[in-house]
């Protein structure tokens, strides 16, 4: 999750967001990249006394500046493509998630178990521990495996959610009467923390996510008391 003075992104608990991350670098590279070079030539054209009076056209120099931003724009557009791919890619999930949003909270039912089903409310500020964290942690968190792929299948009961994760590089919109469905892989053990992303409503800041990443003998556990009881 997110600290205090955390300029960056989160670090990565995904392959997916990993490949996002280094898109962003290098997107980002590119920017500086032109953005110093016209501050350059801005500087220049301002503190030159330079007269050309005979020039009246220049094709070859408006070739260059047709022709460079397409090739420029192309290193970005071919690793977008291929990231946007990557994550509408789906493989043989080992456990599939559908989340229902709610005003103001989520509802969970791993239908690959019975139909284990919870709903997951914010823990209020009077009721937090004292490791708690305002305003994000939940009463009944979602219990996961690491190491294995997991479909997330998205919907909502009212009004239009977004079931942000930042860490795993997920966000789904959840729709009233439609699904979407997304996929993640995540490749440590650990809390990870999300929040809706669309604005729901009065108490749209009020409605957390939190996975457990778990290993999956703990998950395989934790599962099984659930289907028991």
């Known amino acids: 999750m997110s600290t ?19 898109f962003h670098d290098h997107a980002l590279l590119i920017l500086v990249m032109i953005t110093v070079l ?11 006394n330079y007269i050309n009076r005979f020039l009246l056209h220049g094709q070859l120099i408006e070739m260059i500046w047709t022709i460079l931003p397409a090739i420029i724009l192309l290193f970005i557009a071919l690793p977008s493509l291929r990231l946007l791919y990557l994550l509408d890619e789906i493989n043989e999930p080992s456990v599939t998630l559908k989340s229902i949003g709610h005003q103001w909270y989520w509802s969970y039912e791993y239908s690959d178990f019975n139909n284990v089903e ?4 914010m823990v209020p500020t009077n009721e937090l521990e004292n490791d708690g964290f305002r305003l994000l942690d939940v009463d009944n968190r979602i219990v996961l495996p690491m190491n294995s792929q997991i479909r997330i299948v998205m919907t909502a009961a009212d009004v239009i959610h977004s079931w ?22 995540m490749n440590r053990p ?23 990443s778990v290993p ?4 395989i556990k934790w599962i099984s008391k659930n289907v028991n009881s």
């Open 118 to 121: 919870f709903d997951s409310y």
């Open 164 to 185: 942000t994760i930042p860490a795993l590089g997920v966000k789904v919109d959840g729709t009233p009467g439609r699904l979407n469905q997304t996929n993640f892989f």
């Open 4 to 22: 205090w003075a955390n300029l960056g992104l989160q670090d990565s608990a995904s392959p997916l967001m990993e490949q996002l991350i280094f």
């Open 190 to 212: 650990g809390l990870f923390y999300g929040q809706c992303s669309e604005i729901c409503g009065a108490n749209h800041s009020f409605m957390p996510i939190v996975i457990e």
């Open 216 to 219: 999956v003998n703990n998950f």
């Open 38 to 48: 016209v501050g350059y030539l801005m500087f220049m054209l301002f503190f030159n």
